[in-house]
Every structure is written in structure tokens, then in C-alpha cells.
């Protein structure tokens, strides 16, 4: 209530903010009501009571802020009110509307294959565009069996159907620098000598297959560290290892904290 003054005080409450803060007094009334029917008392509550009124009413975590506060106020004796499991947040974009863009690029030859390599290094690798644009020949290193690429400090192994389309991409790529000789060795050269692709030609080249770039980095990386731990996801992907455990943490990841084990073999 407290807080509820001091914020109507600055601006006028939204019918929204009035409705919750009217809806968790209510229930925190109707415990109250339960307790007296119960021929309980605040001071005598104890944790039975509090665990069997929790099993027979759900969506009751206005009534846990309220315990939490009398505790603190020394209303109750200490308890333990059970904690509300976090929701897991959906994804921003579905793991197989994800997939299905990674086949329809493979499959679209109608697009430049430097936009089309890029959007996948999107898709699979939560790569940023301009990330990508920015990429050199020599972080792409491997043979004809495996093709790998360095986002990080750990180079990643390409699945064959990347690997395969980058793999003719570089080897046309060869032929036409050839012609052009020096200059930065850019993966993605633009038209302008010694100048990279530029980000907006990739973004206009894969508009038609509606590829949401930030959206599907982030719901890519949120896929990832629910398969391995957040700083290996960091050290391949090339993003910031707070970044990482962030949405570890947003999406209830139980990686936990993963040894460095770099750092342990390094020592040996």
C-alpha cells in the first residue's frame, strides 16, 4: 500500500496497476479469513497450516509476499512459503520456424550466395549480420572432409550443407580475386574495391524469407544454453560471456557454473 501511495503521488494509477494491487489484497483478505476459519492466529501459524492452505489454493503469491512480510516483521513466526517457479519465457522465435528458414535458404538459389551463407551463420549460429559482413578468409580454415569457422576463440565445425555451400562459395570467390588481386582478404568482398559487403544489401537479400536477425539471435542463443553451458556458447559464438549467462539464467538453464576446463588443461 506504501508503495501504492508514493506512486500515485508522482502519476495516476492505470486501471492495470489498480486491478493487481486490488486483487492481491483480496486474497491476502481471504487468508486472513481462512486463518480465522481455521482458528488460527498470526502468531501461532505455523508451517502445517501454511503448506496445507498453499496445496488447496493456487495463484496465491500475493499471500507469500504477504507472509514473507510479516516474518520480516516479526508478525509470525519464521516460515517458509513456497517460492513461485519462474515461467520459462517462450522463445521470441520457435525453434522450428528457425529450422524451416535454414532449409528454405539452403534450398533459395535465387539469393546471392554470400546472403544466403550469412543468413544460415544467423539462423544456426545466432551470428549479428554485422558480424558477419566483417568475417576474413582466414576464419575459415579446414579440407574437403571438414570446414570449420572461428566466431570465437574456439572454430566451429560447419554442418555439411553450410560447409558445402561455403565451401563453392570461397572456391568461385578464389577465382574472382584472381582478377581483382590485394586488398583486405573480406569473405563477403562488396562491390566496392577493398570494402566488405555492406549489412543493409544483406538485410534487403533476405527480407523475402522474413529473417528477423536480432530476434533470432536471441531466441537462438536462448535454444543454445539450454543444451551447453553458457561459456561454451560464449567462447564458439563470439559473444560476451555475461550475455551468455544471462540467458542461462532468463531461461532456467541447469548447466549451472561449467569449469574451465581450457584453463585446466593449459596447467597440466
Request: hydrophobic share 40%; net charge positive.
Amino acid at each position: 500500500l506504501r508503495q501504492t501511495r508514493q506512486r500515485r503521488a508522482q502519476k495516476p494509477l492505470t486501471v492495470g496497476m489498480f486491478n493487481a494491487r486490488w486483487s492481491a489484497l483480496r486474497k491476502i483478505a481471504s487468508f486472513l479469513v481462512w486463518l480465522d476459519d481455521q482458528g488460527v492466529q498470526m502468531g501461532t501459524l505455523d508451517q502445517r497450516s501454511v503448506d496445507r492452505f498453499f496445496t488447496h489454493h493456487r495463484s496465491q503469491g500475493a499471500v507469500a509476499t504477504f507472509l514473507n512480510w510479516a516474518i520480516r516483521q516479526k508478525l509470525t513466526r519464521p516460515l517458509m512459503p513456497p517460492h513461485r517457479p519462474q515461467a520459462r519465457p517462450a522463445p521470441s522465435v520457435p525453434e522450428d520456424t528457425i529450422w524451416r528458414k535454414v532449409d528454405e535458404l539452403l534450398d533459395d538459389t535465387s539469393i546471392p550466395s554470400a546472403s544466403r551463407i550469412i543468413g544460415l551463420l544467423v539462423l544456426v549460429f545466432a551470428q549479428r549480420i554485422s558480424d558477419c559482413v566483417r568475417l576474413r578468409q582466414s576464419d575459415v580454415s579446414g579440407h574437403e572432409t571438414t570446414l570449420s569457422i572461428t566466431f570465437g576463440r574456439t572454430p566451429l565445425a560447419l554442418p555439411e550443407p553450410i560447409a558445402e555451400l561455403l565451401r563453392r562459395y570461397v572456391s568461385e570467390l578464389e577465382e574472382q580475386r584472381t582478377f581483382v588481386g590485394g586488398g583486405p582478404d573480406w569473405l563477403f568482398p562488396g562491390t566496392t574495391p577493398h570494402l566488405h559487403v555492406s549489412e543493409a544489401i544483406v538485410t534487403l537479400h533476405l527480407a523475402p524469407h522474413k529473417i528477423d536477425a536480432r530476434r533470432t539471435q536471441n531466441a537462438r542463443i536462448d535454444q543454445l544454453v539450454q543444451t551447453v553451458p553458457a561459456s561454451v556458447v560464449a567462447d564458439t559464438l563470439g559473444i560476451n560471456i555475461g550475455t551468455a549467462i544471462r540467458h542461462a539464467a532468463r531461461t532456467g538453464s541447469r548447466w549451472g557454473n561449467y569449469p574451465e576446463l581450457r584453463a585446466s588443461l593449459s596447467d597440466e
